[in-house]
């Protein structure tokens, strides 16, 4: 029971133009939702993350979105640099969890010189 | 401090052999967290230690997976009689306390194959 879906599994950019990834979810009791990057040979690492209270949040080059009532979430990146190129997960957590992600299938991001 | 250390990088066994992992997480962290990520798949949650506690453990952790921390700082992961199934990423993290994910730190994880 897939959870939390990352229903592209790569997509390709040209360097200056925007990223838009997507991530879903199916369950009402997540309220908190983050995004990890992870390059080859290395751990994931904390990227943004958004409460559900909001619907926006912004980090330079990153802005993340929630729709709460289509359970769609977005990661953008604007503008895109080549050193952006790695795996993207989205994960989501809910109150009263006290200690585990629940984590999409990853998007590969390969953006383009 | 280096971060989040895991040993081995790479583990290549025999199905039916026991394996055991290590992670060293970084020394404040009284948290530390086993996710285990198949190929194609995003990392899946197997349990959590707070200090030497064992706070929840998924039912991904079959009564072949154990993990322990002892003393509070570094933990194992031993599975027994692995099966091929068992092949993926383990990968450790750890925190300080609990801030909703976003204070995680990974480490770059092991590796398993079993042939």
């Known amino acids: 029971d897939q959870q939390v879906k990352q229903n592209s599994p790569s997509l390709s950019v040209q360097e200056g133009r925007i990223s838009i990834l997507n991530c879903d979810y199916t369950?009402?009791?997540?309220?908190?939702f983050l995004w990890y990057k992870k390059y080859p040979a290395e751990g994931p690492t904390f990227l943004i993350s958004?409460?559900?209270?909001?619907d926006k949040n912004e980090d330079g080059r990153f802005t993340v979105f929630l729709n709460k009532s289509a359970k769609h979430l977005s990661l953008h990146i604007v503008p895109s640099q080549p050193g952006d190129s790695a795996v993207y997960f989205c994960?989501?957590?809910?109150?009263?969890?006290?200690?585990?992600?629940?984590f999409g299938q990853g998007t590969t991001l390969q953006v383009k010189p | 401090d280096t971060g989040v250390s895991q040993d081995p990088r790479h583990k290549i066994t025999k199905r039916g052999q026991n394996v055991t992992f290590r992670c060293d997480p970084i020394?404040?962290?009284?948290?530390l967290y086993w996710y285990r990520q198949t190929l194609g798949q995003g990392p899946e949650f197997l349990t959590y230690?707070?200090?030497?506690?064992?706070?929840?453990k998924s039912r991904l952790l079959s009564d072949r997976f154990s993990a322990e921390r002892p003393k509070g700082s570094f933990s194992t992961l031993e599975i027994q009689r692995t099966e091929q199934g068992d092949s993926a990423m383990y990968l450790c993290?750890?925190?300080?306390?609990?801030?909703?994910?976003?204070?995680?730190?990974f480490g770059s994880g092991t590796r398993l194959t079993v042939v």
């Open positions: 993290a750890s925190s300080l306390g609990w801030q909703g994910g976003s204070d995680y730190t």
């Open positions: 994960a989501a957590n809910w109150s009263g969890n006290t200690g585990k992600l629940i």
């Open positions: 958004i409460s559900s209270i909001k």
């Open positions: 020394s404040e962290h009284n948290r």
């Open positions: 369950n009402s009791m997540f309220d908190y």
């Open positions: 230690f707070q200090n030497e506690a064992q706070l929840e």
